[in-house]
């Protein structure tokens, strides 16, 4: 079949059942599958990629945010452009520039390269992430999408789970090339499945010039700040640390500005009207930076500290995706009968509690003693909250707002991971060459984990006090939609690709 006559089933008529229907699964499962198995391996990499390229510290942390920069910043700009001139098409062109940006990044020779590398990786994440679940919101008849979601969250969250130790396989056998390099198999695989099978899907009301500006501003204001904040342990209260924090506040004010001026915002500020759809990004803002901050330093620690493996540190924190497989589903149908409140309080003040556990994580403490009981912990608290703060989000607005509120929310978690990364080395006093010293960073990573789960509760206490719907509602008619919404949407992970 040719993608003219794909193009023949209009979109929103497609049946899970069919053939047509498995492909198209497949083609967004394994398209936002790359990004979170990228995401979930990079850290691991870290250790061993700096000892390779003679990376400092700073090096590494712009590694990691150099693609959340970009990403985040540009995010919304990518559900806009799907949303408007075909989902479809904005998918396959991210999934093309995602794979030719991995494909650089694992052949880079110097930091520098792999750090303009990741920034264009994330160029391509930015087209590629918000268009995988509104393809699924898009394409399927009405009846069907809940499962469809549902289908879609199980099968990434299997990704998720075999991340880590793809991860840390790929690191200590064939190299940390491998890490960037296995993108572009599996996105030459999305690109033929998705121009044979997908049909093109937009939204007909939305016209107008592209929000440039806005989408500049934005990543003015994010790469003002992470300079600022990354820079800070070396270069002090400086001139230019200075100039970069000032400027990052005049760059977001300009944005807010222009975005209500315009008449075709990158962000509708009507998107705002809604108090739900507020309160949850700001409580995804308050989630994902703790999150962050740990799985930025958990490897390092693990490596350099305790003496694990790349691959027994990839694998270590396995719990909290199993757990999360098993149980999202069920928090979900929990919210959806007595309301997101309670799931949104209970489980972050878990995974506060498990992120408080890794203090315990040393140089002599056996996995089954110290990371376990933590994965666990952080792990039933993470399934608890996820599922209803992604179902919640898109219950928030129409569907025809499903990119651009997909990206919104994706754009909150990778903008507390940014600044999480970019910050938290700062605020416990690690820099320079110390992330390979074992006593530097287990002082390190004992303050860092004080501080993430203070975060993380924070954020839970925030949803206790500002979520009120006694019920909720949900994307679409089907009564069960909110029991599948995203294992991995936000994306969990926070400080990777």
């Known amino acids: ?53 003679h990376a400092s510290l700073a090096a590494l942390q712009w590694t990691v945010n150099a693609y959340l920069l970009t ?16 989902r479809r098409r904005v998918f396959v062109v991210g999934t093309v520039w995602f794979a ?6 694992g052949l880079a020779p110097n930091p520098v390269v792999l750090i303009a590398a990741r920034a264009l990786q994330g160029v391509g994440g930015a087209l590629l992430t ?13 009846e069907d999408r809940s499962r469809a979601v549902g289908a879609w969250s199980g099968l990434g969250g299997v990704a998720g789970a075999i991340g880590p130790f793809v991860g840390g396989w790929l690191v200590d056998g064939p190299g940390w090339r491998w890490v960037f390099l296995i993108n572009c198999p599996v996105a030459l695989v999305v690109v033929a499945v998705a121009v044979r099978w997908i049909p093109e899907s937009r939204e007909g009301e939305r016209t107008g010039s592209f929000d440039v500006a806005g989408a500049a501003l934005a990543a003015l204001a994010l790469a003002a700040l992470t300079y600022a904040l990354v820079e800070a342990p070396t270069a002090g209260v400086s001139a230019p640390v200075l100039g970069c924090a000032v400027a990052a506040c005049a760059f977001g004010a300009g944005f807010v500005v222009l975005e209500r001026r315009r008449a075709h915002p990158m962000l509708p500020p009507a998107l705002f009207a809604s108090r739900m759809f507020t309160v949850v990004n ?20 693990l490596q350099v500290a305790s003496g694990y493996s790349a691959l027994q540190a990839g694998v270590a924190m396995l719990p909290i995706t199993v757990l999360m497989l098993a149980l999202s589903a069920r928090a979900g149908d929990l919210a959806r009968r007595i309301g997101p409140r309670l799931p949104l309080t209970v489980g972050p003040l878990l995974a506060a ?82 992330y390979t010293s074992g006593p530097a960073v287990h ?55």
């Open 1 to 53: 079949m040719t993608a003219n006559a794909a193009e023949g089933n209009a979109a929103g008529g497609i049946r899970l059942a069919g053939a047509r229907g498995r492909w198209v699964l497949l083609a967004t499962v394994l398209g936002s599958g790359m990004a979170l198995l990228d995401g979930t391996v990079v850290n691991v990499a870290l250790p061993r990629l700096g000892e390779s390229l």
């Open 71 to 86: 990403l985040a910043g540009l995010i919304l700009l990518g559900g806009s452009l799907g949303d408007r001139f075909g």
């Open 100 to 105: 030719l940006a991995s494909a650089t990044c």
């Open 130 to 142: 918000p268009g995988s679940l509104a393809l699924i919101q898009a394409t399927y008849v009405e």
């Open 282 to 301: 700001v409580i995804t803002l308050c989630l994902y930076a703790p999150l962050s901050g740990v799985l930025f330093l958990l490897p390092v620690q």
């Open 353 to 434: 509690a498990g992120i408080a556990l890794l203090y315990r994580v040393g140089p002599k403490g056996a996995y089954w003693s110290t990371v376990l009981p933590a994965a666990i912990v952080q792990g039933l608290g993470m399934a608890l909250f996820v599922a209803p703060l992604t179902a919640t989000v898109l219950a928030a607005v129409p569907v025809r707002w499903a990119g651009i509120a997909s990206g919104v929310n994706n754009a909150a978690a990778r903008a507390a991971g940014l600044l999480a990364v970019a910050a938290l080395p700062l605020a416990v006093g690690l820099s320079g060459g110390q």
């Open 443 to 497: 002082r390190a990573f004992q303050e860092a984990v004080v501080i993430c789960a203070v975060v993380m509760a924070a954020g839970g206490v925030l949803a206790w006090f500002t979520v009120r719907e006694p019920r909720l509602a949900v994307p679409c008619a089907h009564p069960q939609c909110s029991v599948y919404c995203g294992v991995q949407a936000p994306p969990l992970d926070p400080g990777g690709g």
